[in-house]
């Protein structure tokens, strides 16, 4: 059974570096067939999807409107991923999500975590 | 403001049928699949619809998905009270390398 869980502080400065782990158990982050992925959503807004990166192949991709200020990397020895996001100002605010992505039929996210709600404010 | 358009809320009565429309453009919903997710209040997405059309094991058939062109919808038959929900539709862009996401639909059951 597939299961993701983010953890991390509540509260991050401005200014400062977010910093959020999502521990997956049930498959392993080296497999071939998935990418991780972060989405976060602003309290009473939509979904925003952040980055992904598949350890396999080592590809990672990421949402342009952050300005290359989001990095996902990959703890094998722990079977997690993680997200850093640099310089966060309070519209970073939102509950983060880590989801999986698999390719079979298409391309979904098929197993999210419950999510993590992260404030940025002094 | 969302790369995928989908409008704000809909509503229905228990039993009646609801469309969510969901809107793109060549480079994502014309060249690719959508997905649909729904979620509950208070809870993470869960996907609900992938491939244009496929439902994960689970997911009652009232849930049914389409897609032409550069524009998909979702389905929603014999409404009940607990699909009181938020929908989103998604889709890999090209232009973009990367997902996006319509707005969401708040579905109200009356």
């Known amino acids: 059974q597939v299961q993701l869980q983010e953890s991390g502080p509540g509260l991050v400065k401005p200014s400062e570096t977010l910093s959020l782990t999502c521990t997956v158990s049930g498959v392993s982050v080296t497999s071939g067939s998935y990418y991780w992925s972060w989405i976060r959503q602003p309290p009473g807004k939509g979904l925003e999807w952040i980055g992904e990166?598949?350890?396999?192949?080592?590809?990672?991709n990421s949402n342009p409107s952050l300005k290359s200020r989001a990095t996902i990397s990959v703890d094998t020895s722990k079977n997690q991923f993680s997200l850093k996001v640099r310089s966060v100002t309070a519209a970073d605010t939102a509950v983060y999500y880590c989801a999986r992505s698999v390719a079979h039929q298409g391309r979904y996210f098929d197993y999210w975590g419950q999510g993590t709600l992260v404030t940025v404010s002094s | 403001q969302s790369v995928l358009t989908q409008p704000p809320s809909a509503s229905g009565t228990p039993g009646q049928r609801v469309t969510i429309s969901c809107s793109g453009s060549?480079?994502?919903?014309?060249?690719?699949?959508v997905n649909w997710y729904q979620q509950l209040p208070g809870t993470a997405p869960k996907l609900l619809i992938f491939?244009?059309?496929l439902r994960p094991s689970g997911v009652p058939d009232r849930f049914s998905g389409s897609k032409s062109g550069t524009s998909a919808s979702l389905a929603i038959g014999g409404l009940l009270s607990e699909d009181e929900a938020d929908y989103y539709c998604?889709?890999?862009?090209?232009?973009?390398?990367?997902?996006?996401f319509g707005g969401g639909t708040k579905l109200t059951v009356l």
């Open positions: 998604a889709a890999w862009d090209d232009s973009l390398t990367g997902w996006v």
């Open positions: 990166y598949m350890y396999y192949s080592g590809s990672a």
């Open positions: 491939s244009n059309n």
């Open positions: 060549t480079s994502n919903i014309g060249s690719n699949s």
